[in-house]
């Protein structure tokens, strides 16, 4: 089955620098990959999302990168600002696609 | 912008009681999940619901747990003899290929 490791699990950057974090799978099936932010006392919300027939895909300040021969993909912020705080998610399905496995999360602290 | 709801947004139950979570998924969406998530740890899946049958479920969705799909909009979670361990956020999501979810339900079991 799929394993998600993610990395960090907390991450403290300047206001106006840029994050990445990063996260692993093990199903080499997988081809779907999405980020969610969860705010505090609220449900995870999707940011961003990839499919493995793309490498890269941007959203302002978003991004993600996807390398599936070493089987990670990367959520990067630039220009960070304190609404950025958050815990950020990533995900990937088993091979069925109905369910996903999330990464353990990675709190993200914009300093200011 | 359509959005997945929950009710209610929290509630507290003494241990053994039964509980129903509702949600009212994004209209046109056919597939239902619903997620716990306990305090300070990863997002787990439970169960997903297609067609009006599950399609998966999880070690975690044992015989005290099912789902229901009673009026084709709203899809409920509901826990028979809810436990201690039972406490944690509850998502449900729908999904038109991405996956959208709600804001939770808190649950506390006392």
């Known amino acids: 089955g799929e394993n998600v490791e993610q990395h960090p699990s907390t991450l403290s950057v300047q206001e106006g620098d840029s994050a990445v974090i990063k996260c692993t799978y093990s199903?080499?099936?997988?081809?779907?990959f999405p980020w969610y932010k969860q705010e505090l006392g609220k449900g995870p919300q999707l940011i961003i999302d990839?499919?493995?027939n793309v490498g890269e895909k941007k959203d302002q300040r978003i991004a993600v990168t996807l390398n599936k021969t070493a089987k990670h993909f990367s959520l990067h912020i630039t220009e960070t600002q304190p609404e950025d705080s958050a815990v950020y998610f990533c995900?990937?399905?088993?091979?069925?696609?109905?369910?996903?496995?999330w990464g353990a999360g990675t709190k993200l602290i914009i300093k200011p | 912008e359509p959005e997945v709801t929950q009710t209610p947004s929290h509630q507290v139950t003494q241990m053994g009681q039964e509980v129903i979570l509702r949600c009212v998924p994004i209209s046109n969406h056919l597939y239902f999940y619903w997620y716990r998530q306990i305090l300070g740890q990863k997002v787990e899946f439970l169960v997903s619901f297609y067609n009006n049958e599950i399609s998966e479920k999880s070690e975690i969705f044992d015989d005290q747990f099912s789902v229901e799909r009673p009026d084709g909009s709203n899809f409920t979670l509901k826990i028979r003899s809810t436990k201690l361990e039972d406490s944690a956020m509850y998502f449900c999501a729908s999904s038109d290929g991405t996956q959208y979810f709600g804001p939770g339900t808190r649950l506390l079991v006392l």
């Open positions: 990839i499919r493995s």
């Open positions: 995900a990937a399905p088993l091979d069925s696609n109905y369910q996903l496995i």
């Open positions: 199903d080499s099936a997988s081809n779907y």
